[in-house]
């Protein structure tokens, strides 16, 4: 499953950057889709790395807690600040913890459905980055350099929505 994960994950992103750079040409950022994307279960996926355990003990968010989480991307200012905080706390996971990068993807997801479009791309490529660093956790190798690439793009591209509302987007 790793090994689907990351593939599909690795050609996603292709297909983003490339989509987030013509974006960044655009007077209006392009929102960038994910179909067929990863889909993932709720379930533990366990993956080994020589023998450390890729997995938390905690299990995944619940439908109701990732909704709650995602409620604040309906308006522009919201969704800002809501990136803020999960690229805050996508940052702040602990390399193994494979469930917490996986509620970050989902919560992402979530928000991408009431997000606006000027800001819909932030969405879009922390759910990218949060899958592909799911399926790298333990290796050491991280998330591939496009998906890193692709957040830095959209947040460029979102940059002059979300200052128009008094927030300034954080990397």
Known sequence: ??????GTAAAVAAVITIAGLTS??????????TAGAAETTSG??????????????????????????????GDVKGACQLFNTLYADYKAVSVNDVNAYEDIYFVSE?????????VYGLF?????????????AGSG?????????????????????????????RL
Do not use: Y
């Not at 499953?1 to 990351?6: D, E, F, L």
């Not at 533990?44 to 807690?65: H, K, V, Y």
């Not at 979530?110 to 000027?118: G, I, L, S, V």
């Open 1 to 6: 499953m790793k090994k689907t994960i990351a």
């Open 24 to 33: 960044c040409a655009a007077s209006e950022p392009v929102p960038v889709t």
């Open 44 to 73: 533990s996926a366990e993956t080994t790395s020589g023998s450390a355990e890729t997995t938390s003990a905690r299990p995944n968010a619940t439908d109701a807690e990732i909704s709650a989480r995602a409620a604040g991307a």
């Open 110 to 118: 979530e928000a991408k459905k009431t997000a606006p479009k000027a």
């Open 124 to 136: 879009a490529a922390l759910s990218l980055i949060a899958i592909d660093h799911s399926g790298s």
């Open 141 to 169: 190798e991280g998330p591939e350099q496009a998906s890193k690439d692709t957040v830095r793009d959209q947040v460029f591209a979102a940059a002059p929505a979300c200052t128009a509302v008094d927030v300034t987007l």
